[in-house]
DNA sequence: CTGTTAGCGCTTTCAT
DNA sequence: ATGAAAGCGCTAACAG
């Protein structure tokens, strides 16, 4: 910038007003600067001008892994509202590790990012988070999962245990009494537990037992949904619906019960949760639970670039069952 | 850092000093300063840091889509690089847009990311990214492209062109003539460019008439090879084998196929690319290419990482074919 | 309209 | 071992 001013022979401030305000600026020297700025291919320093007003234009955004279309799509959300405010973002991968996530945190503080959005926070970090948000020390905005109420941390999300119960009842109603579950890691995420909870809330409902050995908790791959309907599938009295909690695992699943042999949904009823877009393109195609991911990502975007101090916002978003054909009526023995 | 230096009564240098690089200070004053630092919740800022040495810890990465496993697999391989060196991973989608993508790399350059990695650099911004590669003004590295030969610029890919030809003459081999294909938009991408140029180097090896109305020309998701596919089943001489240069548009033509009531290999072949971990889940799990997707991210952050003006570097990387059930001998009429 | 000056949070000489 | 002071690239306040 020194360069650019010595060469329009203008003062460094000059140069700063012609570039970043012009209208203070006469029209002459603006095309002086402009100019010289060109000639030297100056480039603007957005880091000095953060550091300077003290503030950071740089979003922080964790997510379990970057390789899923469903995060994909939140990020999406967030990049298009964030770009249009001038803010960057800072995206990492926790791999659903603890230790990755609170590795990740720390490097995003360190840079003093305006906010931090968090999908799928461990319990591991939640106390650090809480402080932080208190403080006021940036902004807070949990996604995916369920409001709940903590000063500073704002929420966008679905009601996960609603909408298990509601998929539950789904199966129930098809005629369904043994369903098996398979889902995340629920004793690290809220997000995943309260889809338990929903899976539990549904079968209580309808006086059905609930039965631990056909719950499945797997990492949300494509690989674990098939190993863990592989195991459901040997089982002596095996579920005649399985829901997984997730539509990767709901992929893999079905991919087990082909290669076994058993028809979907005539054999097994198979439901995902997420409306991943492969799920529909699977054969047959899945019944699943709509969440809007893009839309998450935008709210969240939205609340991460108000300025420090705005009151949490938190949205829970509806979601509806999107019945396809990988669920249908139990067989009845004839 | 001022207040910690006021609390712990000593110089803010001191404190740089103490938290920094331990080994100058005695291990009293450490105390000191880490115990005053704690109260007062103070943070490290990066970002100060880098303006002062005049350098940058960020890397900024460009991709198509954050929605596709596949590029979500090279960003891991680069954030696992980037983040072992201390380097942060500003992220964004072009949605295959030269103008977003114009917008996405000047804000990126704003920030003085000490690296640029650009996948599926289209066209329009070609000179532009040469230029800045040529003056040293930051490590440019493009990515999943065969490696060109452009000062300063360095690239980690396949061999598009090669690959896309083994996968032809695969189909050419099972004794398909007629050979559809569904490809991204080439007139702006290099990647599907050579692929396109592969498939045409196989056919006219094989001696077979290039057909122009058997190529489409989409947008790489499971939508555009559906349709895509449906207008080639609908021609009146229609293709017994289709290519699809992305996995994505190869499960989309996958599911066009069977709402035809086309068996698949049976009465038609379709082969794709990238080797998603989705495809090994259809029915039937599809032919394909393999490529190392995170390797690339590897090597791509490894890159980028390193010091300014260090030479260019470029990998092209073997990418074999993985023959699975979706293709087949051409069925003989009867 | 434009220049001068001070200073953001940090590190690095150079003294002490 | 520690402190004082200068300075990275930028902007805001104050003069002129």
Redesign the pocket.
Known sequence: ??E??RRA?????????????P????????QKVRSAAEDLG????VT??D????RSTVVGLVVPTSSSTLFGETIHGVQDVTAETGFSVIQGATRYDAVTEEALIDSLLERHVHALILTGMTYANEDRIRRLARDGWTRVVVVWEKPGSDPGISYVGIDNRSAAERMTEHLIALGHRRIGLIVGPYSRQARVRHRLEGYRDALEKAGIAFDPDIVMERRPDLLEGREAMDSLMGMEVRPTAVFAASDLLAIGALKAARLRGLSVPGDVSIAGFDDMNFGAYQDPPITTVRVEAYRIGQLAGQIAVEPIGTPERSYCLDCDLVIRSSTGPIKTTP
């Open positions: 910038m020194r650019v001013a022979n203008v003062s460094v401030a000059t140069v700063s007003r012609a570039l970043r305000s209208g203070q600026v006469s029209s002459a020297t603006i100056y480039v603007y320093n000095a001008s550091i300077l007003k003290g």
